[in-house]
């Protein structure tokens, strides 16, 4: 009778194992505090919305010319205005937009108007600088396109220009309908995509940063005979 024998054979540590097990731990630790990194880069600290009111909201309408005034009303938010004293300028955004009404199908748009904010602090001199532009130019390049500009002495100066829109031209408009309706469609908001990349990573998920208005009002008839 013939009996096998099978052995195994028994693995000991070596100096090697013990090298790796120490690169994983160390690779652990510093992967633990990249995620704090990001996570104090992002703060997951949930803020109320800036509440934007609106005072006076008024579409009027003179021969061909649409035009459209406005006030609003709402509080810069601490962070936007921390942003600002370091030096970050912060952009605000407007569009409206008249558009006759149809029961048929999506209401169509005839005519459309922009506007594009910038606003900057200037420490040597401890004013605020404005640009503003309407039309095409887009918010990042209005200080290279000689945007025209208003300094402020304050930053509340400087804001109720920003929220206050006077008798703002919005259309022309040369035939209408007189059987259908029109309105105007106004959005307000603060565009953060505007501002620089790295900073973007650290405002997205603070909702301190959401302000934006959203208003409408119909377009007035106009009257026979009116020039």
Aim: net charge positive; with cysteine; proline share 5%.
């Amino acid at each position: 009778m013939t009996t096998t024998v099978f052995s195994m054979a028994c693995w000991k540590s070596t100096p090697l194992d013990g090298g790796l097990r120490r690169v994983r731990m160390v690779l652990g630790r510093w992967l633990a505090a990249v995620m704090c990194l990001l996570f104090a880069v992002v703060p997951v600290t949930s803020y109320a919305d800036a509440l934007v009111e609106a005072a006076q909201f008024r579409v009027d309408r003179a021969g061909e010319d649409v035009t459209l005034s406005a006030q609003l009303r709402f509080d810069l938010p601490a962070a936007v205005e921390d942003a600002l004293l370091k030096g970050i300028p912060v952009y605000f955004a407007v569009e409206a937009d008249v558009l006759r009404e149809r029961w048929y199908w999506t209401d169509k748009k005839i005519a459309s108007a922009a506007r594009n904010m910038r606003l900057a602090y200037q420490p040597l001199t401890g004013q605020w600088r404005l640009n503003v532009a309407t039309g095409a130019t887009p918010a990042g390049e209005l200080v290279a396109a000689n945007a025209p500009s208003q300094t402020f002495l304050s930053l509340g100066e400087a804001m109720a220009t920003v929220k206050q829109f006077a008798r703002w031209r919005i259309a022309t408009l040369n035939d209408t309908d007189s059987s259908s309706k029109y309105r105007v469609e106004f959005r307000f908001w603060l565009d953060t995509n505007q501002l620089p990349r790295p900073f973007q990573m650290g405002v997205i998920a603070q909702s301190e940063w959401t302000i934006s208005a959203n208003l409408r009002a119909p377009l007035p008839v106009e009257k026979t005979g009116e020039r």
